[in-house]
């Protein structure tokens, strides 16, 4: 598999803290599903806002199909498409529908174009059914899967989740993570932050931790879980009673 995104000695320092992220390099591949994992402000959204542009480096940079992001800002939102935490953030329309053309409408795409990508998407995210309603009606787990339908429309390659799971309850989280499932089957490169390894490192093809806002390690689920609560993350259940790493829900 080539590589789809290079970090290359990232950093990013907040000057009224003194904290960030330090020095970063790795790649990510075509396909990958990779989980970055760490305490609340190891540096993980600072990373991530790195990975479009959104945030500008001290240096160092990232570097999107050889070009880097930082030259590149309009290819690199093309090819990466972020969620954040709180979805709110990313509801820009007064229906459902009109938030998940939002993205194609500002590609200047064709009325039917739009209609076609806006209608797939979400389908796809089991939404279709919402789509007269007012976006703030919806529970927190629609919202972050209006938010996803709303990056699909733009076709992105790599979708990046900070913290998707937060403050979701069961039933949203199961249908979250279910979304997330499919998206990487239907071959999205999928970047997920967590400080909860519970739900999705079953799903996962590589863990890398980030700590005091430099990589501590990255390598497969099996080689990393007995070492995680080393660097304040909790290792799941099922591993810590021999029984290994298994999904998370059926």
Known sequence: MDNIIEIKRLSHIYRETDRGIKN???????????????????????????????LSP?????????????ANLAFARQIVGMIFQDADCQIVGQTVFEDAAFGPENLGLSGKEIQKRTTGAL?????????DQNPSTLSGGEKRRLAIAGVLTMRPEV???DEPFSNLDYQGTQE?????????????????ST??????LFHASRVIIIHEGR??????????IKEVEKFGIREPCSSKFGMGIVPWSS
């Open 24 to 54: 970063i390099s790795f790649a990510v591949k075509t396909g990958e599903f990779i989980i970055v994992a760490g305490q609340n402000g190891s540096g993980k959204s600072t990373l991530f806002r790195h990975l479009n542009g959104l």
């Open 58 to 70: 001290t240096s160092g940079d990232v570097w999107i199909h050889g070009k880097a992001v930082s």
């Open 123 to 131: 389908k796809q995210l089991g939404l279709l059914h919402l789509k």
């Open 159 to 161: 979708i990046v989740l």
């Open 176 to 192: 979250l993570l279910s979304s997330i499932i499919w998206l990487h089957r239907a071959g999205h490169t999928i970047i997920l």
């Open 195 to 200: 400080h909860d390894l519970e739900k999705a």
């Open 215 to 224: 990589v501590a390690a990255d390598d497969n689920p099996m080689a990393i």
